[in-house]
């Protein structure tokens, strides 16, 4: 049986570690801002932005919400987030996505500063995170990889194959994986025989969009299998892309879903948020 990985523990370890390093910031009367923007009234999202305004709080940030009709222009929110660049308490800018269909997603994510692009979408910043010379990689992958190292999961030298060439999640956890050393293979919907591919893997990251897609019969015994999938089923009830029951009898460690790689998604964010703040001190 596999070890599960704690995702709501370790997200706690990394908040608190978030939380002190803000404090000693402001003993040197350094804040730390971030600006949530939603657009419209999707249901999920707002439970998103609203766990993001939360953890801003508990944490000891400065949290900012621009709540805006659905029928907001591109004009409009282009000029809010020229404001939110120059804005000297905002350290970190996150749109949240999916937009509207009106509205030109590219053109709106290409307008936030670099430096303060938290999410790690701007094209300048997906640039730095291929050289390996970043300051914020996005927050799932980051997440993951965080969730490897405290588990104390070396991924150098190991077989890593990510189900899912997402630009959000599968793309960047091939070079945050490649930079510490791992062989990354990335499989997605034309790959020829996906599950011999994913029978190699010393380390699973699956990332599809489907639900109970990773079956034990595509697992080496004793891979690690990490799970960033979060499909609702019909019942309402959460599942991710493993079929969980039969993969963690032949897994060495687990993430599960709800409670594995989702709670690390905000505490990354807190992180690069912190992140940009030092940097903009030069700390
Ligand atoms: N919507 C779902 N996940 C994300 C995310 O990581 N960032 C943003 N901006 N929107 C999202």
């Given at each position: 049986?596999?070890q599960?990985?704690?995702?709501?523990?370790?997200?706690?370890?990394?908040?608190?570690?978030?939380?002190?390093e803000?404090?000693?910031?402001?003993?040197?009367?350094?804040?730390?801002?971030?600006?949530?923007?939603?657009?419209?009234?999707?249901?999920?999202?707002?439970?998103?932005?609203?766990?993001?305004k939360k953890?801003?709080?508990?944490?000891?940030?400065?949290?900012?919400?621009?709540?805006?009709?659905k029928?907001?222009?591109n004009?409009?929110l282009?000029?809010?987030?020229?404001?939110?660049?120059?804005?000297?308490e905002i350290?970190g800018i996150?749109?949240?996505?999916?937009?509207?269909?009106?509205?030109?997603?590219?053109?709106?994510?290409n307008?936030i500063?670099?430096?303060?692009?938290?999410?790690?979408?701007?094209p300048?910043?997906?640039?730095?995170?291929?050289?390996?010379?970043?300051?914020?990689?996005?927050?799932t992958?980051?997440?993951v990889?965080?969730?490897?190292?405290?588990?104390?999961?070396?991924?150098?030298?190991k077989?890593c194959?990510i189900?899912?060439?997402?630009?959000?999640v599968?793309k960047?956890?091939?070079?945050?994986?490649l930079?510490?050393?791992a062989?990354?293979t990335?499989c997605?919907s034309k790959?020829?025989?996906l599950?011999e591919?994913v029978?190699?893997?010393?380390?699973?990251?699956?990332?599809?969009?489907?639900p109970?897609?990773?079956t034990?019969?595509?697992?080496k015994?004793?891979?690690?299998?990490?799970?960033?999938g979060i499909?609702?089923l019909e019942?309402?009830?959460?599942c991710?892309?493993?079929?969980?029951?039969?993969?963690?009898k032949?897994?060495s460690?687990?993430?599960?879903v709800?409670?594995?790689v989702?709670p690390m998604?905000?505490?990354?964010?807190?992180?690069?948020?912190?992140?940009?703040a030092?940097a903009k001190?030069n700390?």
């Open positions: 049986m596999a599960i990985i704690d995702g709501k523990a370790i997200s706690q370890i990394v908040k608190d570690e978030v939380k002190s803000v404090l000693k910031l402001s003993q040197k009367g350094i804040t730390v801002g971030l600006a949530v923007i939603i657009v419209g009234d999707d249901p999920a999202s707002r439970v998103y932005v609203n766990n993001k953890a801003c709080e508990a944490l000891g940030l400065i949290s900012r919400e621009y709540a805006l009709s029928d907001t222009t004009d409009e282009l000029e809010l987030i020229k404001k939110l660049n120059c804005d000297d350290d996150l749109v949240q996505l999916p937009l509207p269909s009106h509205l030109d997603e590219k053109l709106i994510i307008s500063s670099p430096n303060k692009d938290v999410d790690a979408f701007h300048q910043n997906v640039g730095k995170i291929m050289i390996g010379d970043y300051t914020f990689a996005p927050c992958p980051a997440g990889m965080e969730l490897l190292s405290k588990s104390s999961i070396d991924v150098s030298g077989e194959v189900v899912g060439r997402s630009n959000i599968g960047p956890m091939s070079m945050l994986m930079h510490k050393n062989t990354v990335v997605h790959t020829a025989d599950k591919v029978r190699r893997a010393d380390i699973v990251v699956a990332a599809v969009g489907k109970n897609f990773i034990a019969d595509m697992i015994e004793g891979a690690v299998v990490i799970d960033v499909n609702r019942n309402g009830k959460l991710g892309d493993v079929n969980f029951e039969e993969v963690s032949k897994a460690f687990i993430t599960p709800p409670g594995g989702g998604t905000i505490a990354m964010l807190m992180k690069n948020t912190l992140a940009s030092k001190h700390l």
